[in-house]
T-cell receptor, first 115, second 117 residues
Framework: AQSVAQPEDQVNVAEGNPLTVKCTYS??????LFWYVQYPNRGLQFLLK??????LVKGSYGFEAEFNKSQTSFHLKKPSALVSDSALYFC?????????????FGKGTRLSVIA | GAVVSQHPSRVICKSGTSVKIECRSL??????MFWYRQFPKQSLMLMAT?????????EQGVEKDKFLINHASLTLSTLTVTSAHPEDSSFYIC?????????????FGPGTRLTVT
């Protein structure tokens, strides 16, 4: 079975500082990995994905994530946080196999960037 | 990018009535659509997977007779909450997967907040 762990419910960071939102996953075989962001009362917005290739993936709004197979992690990072980055962030995994396997989400991490 | 719409964005209904939520893929064909439910400050919980023209596959614990899903076309799926009760109040989000090309991500609708009084 697929699962995603986001160990932090809340991450606080000062504006201008680097931020990291942690994610580890469990899946049979190789994964597809995703990060989404959700603003209040809104749907999910896609940030980035890892399918294959370079372990460092760059996405929207200056975010990036590094796939680490040995540690089964896919942490989200940004070199310099903005107040507007404050939102709820979800990591998701999908098994790499045939069929309509759905995305499985972590419980989310609330990022608060303080001016 | 691909756009998924949901209607309505908010709905308030009385206990015992039924509510239909529509999910549309606006610029792509979605062979597969997913319905999620999100409780306050919690993650998205997959309710069901629907494939165009066939019956939906429900996750364990989701009542298929209560949450009716229809995916009659490649651009439209509907979720009907039948005989709604206050505990059905939640944020419902649909998602669609574009099977054309090599995209792998699911596109999400903006969500529908259901309040049952």
């Amino acid at each position: 079975a697929q699962s995603v762990a986001q160990p932090e419910d809340q991450v606080n960071v000062a504006e201008g500082n680097p931020l990291t939102v942690k994610c580890t996953y469990s899946v049979s075989g190789n994964p597809y990995l995703f990060w989404y962001v959700q603003y209040p009362n809104r749907g999910l917005q896609f940030l980035l994905k890892y399918i294959t290739g370079d372990n460092l993936v760059k996405g929207s709004y200056g975010f990036e994530a590094e796939f680490n197979k040995s540690q089964t992690s896919f942490h989200l990072k940004k070199p310099s946080a903005l107040v507007s980055d404050s939102a709820l962030y979800f990591c998701a995994v999908r098994a790499r196999r045939r069929g309509n396997t759905p995305l499985v989400f972590g419980k989310g991490t609330r990022l608060s960037v303080i001016a | 990018g691909a756009v998924v719409s949901q209607h309505p964005s908010r709905v308030i209904c009385k206990s015992g009535t039924s509510v239909k939520i529509e999910c549309r893929s606006l610029d792509f064909q979605a062979t597969t659509m997913f319905w999620y439910r999100q409780f306050p400050k919690q993650s998205l919980m997959l309710m069901a997977t629907s494939n165009e023209g066939s019956k939906a596959t429900y996750e364990q614990g989701v009542e298929k007779d209560k949450f009716l899903i229809n995916h009659a076309s490649l651009t439209l799926s509907t979720l009907t909450v039948t005989s709604a009760h206050p505990e059905d109040s939640s944020f419902y989000i649909c998602s669609a997967r574009d099977h054309q090309g090599t995209t792998y991500e699911q596109y999400f609708g903006p969500g529908t907040r259901l309040t049952v009084t």
